[in-house]
């Protein structure tokens, strides 16, 4: 099954806002955790929207859903990365609620999407 474009699938859209939100916010983390914390939710949000592209290229619906299934425990990753930096409290500068709510929204729209896939 191959989508026309992946560019045009709004899950795709939403978690490409996702990476740069991420990228924003991890900016404003303590420099020393450029090799830790940042790097590793970094790694993690940019393998949301690539699993989707690439996914999305592929030749039956079950290799994409695989593909939608990494995108999704990366997002899991992700959910609790971010977790572990609230509570490590780097700055009380530090807004979340734009990640926390573009992070849910690409998780229901991937569950959603593994779903109709697997019709």
Known sequence: ???????????????????????TLTGKFPKEEVYGLTSQMRRAVVSIPSNIAEG????????????????YGSGAELETQIEIAKRLKFSKDLDFSKVDKLLDEVMRMLNKFTYELNK
Do not use: T
């Open 1 to 23: 099954m191959n989508v026309e474009s992946y560019e045009n699938l709004v899950v795709w859209q939403k978690s490409m806002d996702l990476v740069i939100a991420i990228y």
């Open 56 to 71: 999305s290229r592929r030749s039956s619906r079950k290799d994409f859903r695989n593909f939608l299934f990494n995108a």
